[in-house]
């Protein structure tokens, strides 16, 4: 695994790409119309700056309230710079639809507007958590070429996807979130750490290599192309979100006092020094249980119950632009 910063961050990615054109034919912001977060007042600072940022260019405003909506919005684009504006699940969900639409490159280089609690695929990005200053990113930053993960149900993840204590911490963390903000993520995981049963029985592979088998049960499955959780906890330190490789975490941190050891070091990023956490990286990672049913947690999306899953990486699938 590729080593983490001094405060357990990713390091940042390798050179940058093309610079993107800060004088386009014209924007479309794309904005969830439900989403707490997308605050008249903030999202017109970001509609000027964009403006602003874009020599006068005409700014269209596309707020959404349906998966039809937002499917409009960004394919009906007319070859104008499309900015996302909000958090996690807003933009798992574009790239979601884009995805399905094989139009994930097609579209043309996403500018991300974070607006969201964690903002967890903003921070892998390295882009500014301030609306404003990510906007001026948006038009002036650099072209960069990003990976998808794609299960077998063509379901995609664009930062990490977990099983086990992730999908619970989810859970949990939602019933915290109004109260304890980006705070509830790693409380959640702490909940959900000492809350979990025994552990999940659950055999690991990737790229063919077995990482875990059912015979030690499992807290944590984590892959990571991104390398933080739950508003920058760092799940998987080192991913690269341009290197075309995922990033695998596997804790058999089961144990009452080794659940709470692994929630504390996950808070620093240094669970992965621990005997019982075990990393690998690969283009192709199945998870198959060998007991009862998971769930899986892609981008803060908790899914259904199932049994087994396949994860294959799509290296250079979309671009965005990023800081240079």
């Known amino acids: 695994m590729d080593a983490a910063g001094p405060s357990g961050q990713p390091r940042p990615a390798g050179p940058a790409g093309e610079p993107a054109r800060s004088e386009v034919e014209g924007v479309v912001a794309v904005v969830n119309a439900g989403a707490g977060s997308a605050q008249p007042r903030t999202?017109?600072?970001v509609l000027d700056e964009l403006r602003r940022a874009g020599g006068g260019t005409p700014?269209?405003?596309?707020?959404?309230?349906t998966l039809d909506d937002l499917r409009r919005a960004l394919l009906e684009h007319d070859g104008r710079r499309v900015v996302l504006m909000g958090g996690d699940g807003s933009l798992h969900a574009a790239l979601q639809v884009l995805h399905s639409a094989g139009a994930a490159r097609d579209v043309g280089p996403l500018g991300i507007v974070p607006l969201g609690t964690g903002n967890d695929l903003a921070r892998s990005l390295r882009?500014?958590?301030?609306?404003?200053?990510?906007a001026r990113t948006a038009l002036g930053g650099c072209v960069r070429d990003l990976e998808l993960l794609v299960d077998s149900r063509d379901r995609i993840t664009v930062n990490t996807v977990h099983a086990g204590i992730g999908a619970a911490a989810t859970a949990r963390a939602e019933r915290l979130k109004r109260l304890l903000g980006p705070a509830a993520y790693p409380?959640?995981?702490?909940?959900a750490g000492v809350g979990i049963g025994r552990g999940y029985r659950l055999r690991v592979?990737?790229?063919?290599?077995?990482?875990?088998?059912?015979?030690?049960?499992?807290?944590?499955?984590?892959?990571?192309i991104g390398g933080t959780i739950g508003g920058g906890a760092p799940l998987v330190p080192g991913a690269d979100p341009h290197d075309g490789v995922a990033d695998v975490v596997v804790s058999t941190s089961t144990g009452p006092l080794a659940r709470v050891?692994?929630?504390?070091?996950?808070?620093?990023?240094?669970?992965v020094e621990r005997q019982d956490v075990r990393t690998a990286r690969g283009t192709v990672v199945e998870i198959t249980s060998a007991g009862g049913p998971?769930?899986?947690?892609?981008?803060?999306?908790?899914?259904?119950?199932?049994?087994?899953?396949?994860?294959?990486?799509r290296a250079d699938a979309w671009r965005a632009v990023c800081p240079g």
């Not at 692994?262 to 990023?269: I, N």
């Open 127 to 134: 882009l500014p958590l301030d609306p404003v200053r990510a």
């Open 43 to 45: 999202v017109a600072a």
């Open 187 to 191: 409380v959640g995981a702490l909940w």
């Open 59 to 65: 700014v269209e405003l596309r707020r959404t309230a």
């Open 205 to 224: 592979q990737v790229d063919g290599r077995e990482v875990a088998d059912p015979s030690d049960p499992v807290l944590l499955v984590g892959i990571g």
């Open 261 to 271: 050891g692994f929630a504390a070091g996950l808070r620093q990023g240094v669970h």
């Open 294 to 313: 998971f769930r899986l947690n892609a981008d803060g999306e908790v899914s259904g119950e199932q049994v087994r899953e396949r994860f294959e990486m």
